[in-house]
């Protein structure tokens, strides 16, 4: 069943590549208890749409949202954290504010629907495109895409245009 407003959040543990170079586990719970947090997926790091116009257009956004009294905006995506590590580095985001976390094993994309294949390019138990916002681990605001190849709805400036 897809994640809806209103929802709370499932319980789930990221990775990411902590300072000591190797993965550590990061409780989603912990990003959101008592904030205001983005939270948004999307198919694979290094991928042509997500690297061109997903994460960038949240990099473009993030002094808006800080506007808006968001804590925090988190990427995820279904890949590993050293591959994560490595898109954040490249793609800027580290410096533009934004957090990628890797759910390798798709659970907590599957836990809240988000899971799609497509086989022709490779995607197994990918993210389809969206973005939440949520309050206090509570889903105020859900947009997703039709396809993986449109990024209007999930962009930073789609979701900013219905908060």
């Known amino acids: 069943m897809t994640i809806s407003t209103g929802d709370q959040l499932p319980e789930a ?44 257009s949240f990099i473009r956004t993030r002094a808006q949202f800080a506007d808006k009294g968001v804590d925090e905006i988190i990427c995820v995506s279904v890949n ?28 907590f994309t599957t836990a809240i629907g988000m899971n799609f294949d497509f086989p022709p390019s490779g995607f197994h138990g990918r993210s389809i495109r969206y973005a939440l916002l949520v309050e206090d681990g509570e889903v105020k605001i859900v947009q997703t895409e ?9 962009a930073g400036e789609g979701l900013l245009a219905v908060m």
């Open 80 to 107: 590993d954290p050293f591959v994560m590590a490595a898109w954040a580095q490249a793609s800027g985001a580290d410096e533009g504010g934004v957090t990628l976390l890797a759910d390798p094993a798709s659970e």
């Open 13 to 56: 543990t990221l990775l990411r590549i902590g300072d000591n170079g190797r993965p550590e586990a990061v409780a989603l719970e912990d990003l959101t208890r008592g904030r205001k947090v983005i939270v948004f997926g999307l198919p694979g790091a290094f991928t042509p749409t997500c690297s061109s116009a997903h994460l960038p």
């Open 146 to 154: 039709e396809g993986p190849t449109v990024c209007e709805a999930t």
